[in-house]
Structure formats: C-alpha cells, structure tokens
C-alpha cells in the first residue's frame, strides 16, 4: 500500500514542473521527479498539520496526518510566500 497520494492539482504540479524541464534536459526532468517522489515517501515524517520538505529547489506541502499521507503541492521555492500561501489555501 502506498504510504502518500498526491492531491490532483499536486499532480499537474510535477507535470508542469517535468515539462519544463525535459524541453532541456530529458534525464534531468525525470530525475528531479524519482527525488520528489522518492522524498515524498520517507518513512520518518512526523505528524503535523502541514510539513513541507525540499527537493533541490522545490518545496512539497504535505499533509503527514492523512492516510494515506497526502502531497498536497510541489513549488518552487523561488515562488512569493504570498503566492504559495494562496495555492496552500485553495487546496485545502
């Protein structure tokens, strides 16, 4: 059994993030992808309302009281902590 799920808009998220990426780097776009999923699956996240881990330059928003736990977003840590509050907010 999966340990996490993504939030569907999480999901569009890698997509987006995965298409970016591949238009220079193929091998790089899915490599930052298996680290994300792989981060996302850690067996020692805690229990909180709202974690957030890093992968490179992205930030995943994740739900560890769930189960299964739940990514609710992938972000880049560059964005405005303004905008990422507001995407935080219109997926709760």
């Known amino acids: 059994m999966t340990r996490y799920h993504f939030h569907p808009e999480a999901r569009a998220d890698l997509d987006e993030i995965w298409e970016y990426i591949r238009a220079a780097n193929l091998d790089g776009a899915d490599r930052l992808i298996a680290d994300i999923l ?19 330059g992205y930030l995943i928003a ?6 299964p736990l739940s990514v609710v977003a992938v972000i880049h840590g560059s964005r405005d902590p303004r905008v990422m509050a507001a995407i935080l907010r219109a997926r709760e």
């Open 62 to 67: 994740y739900a560890p009281d769930e189960k």
């Open 38 to 56: 792989s981060a996302s699956s850690k067996p020692d996240l805690t229990a909180r309302p709202l974690r957030f881990i890093r992968v490179r």
